[in-house]
Nanobody
Framework: QVQLVESGGGLVQAGGSLRLSCAAS????????MAWFRQAPGKEREFVAA?????????YYADSVKGRFTISRDNAKNTVYLRMNSLKPEDTAVYYC??????????????WGQGTQVTVSS
């Protein structure tokens, strides 16, 4: 069992930046691939970014955020981050952290956080 708690969301103007954090507890964090998803009002949940387990040598991004968002992990702190730059109003959503006990996230992760709201004003 892995518990995930997101933080760092908030209200920001278009063009601004935020860094989301996801603190994990319960199991060996480095043995989990991690990912961020988001869900905007009235829309399906969508993949944002993912990072492989252990050293996090592999990262993956949705086309809509590529070049603007960066996912990273700090295994010593049991935390995964999502740095979001050049934010756009269409990035407004609840952002969820997720974990999968595999080298990379495939399909629907087993463990999810409660989410953190990100609102980008125009």
């Amino acid at each position: 069992q892995v518990q995930l708690v997101e933080s760092g969301g908030g209200l920001v103007q278009a063009g601004g930046s935020l860094r989301l954090s996801c603190a994990a507890s319960g199991r060996t964090f480095s043995n989990y691939a991690m990912a961020w998803f988001r869900q905007a009002p009235g829309k399906e949940r969508e993949f944002v970014a993912a990072i492989s387990w252990r050293s996090g040598s592999s990262t993956y991004y949705a086309d809509s955020v590529k070049g603007r968002f960066t996912i990273s992990r700090d295994n010593a702190k049991n935390t995964v981050y999502l740095r979001m730059n050049s934010l756009k109003p269409e990035d407004t959503a609840v952002y969820y952290c997720a974990a999968s006990s595999d080298r990379i996230v495939q399909g629907t992760p087993k463990y999810w956080g409660q989410g953190t709201q990100v609102t980008v004003s125009s």
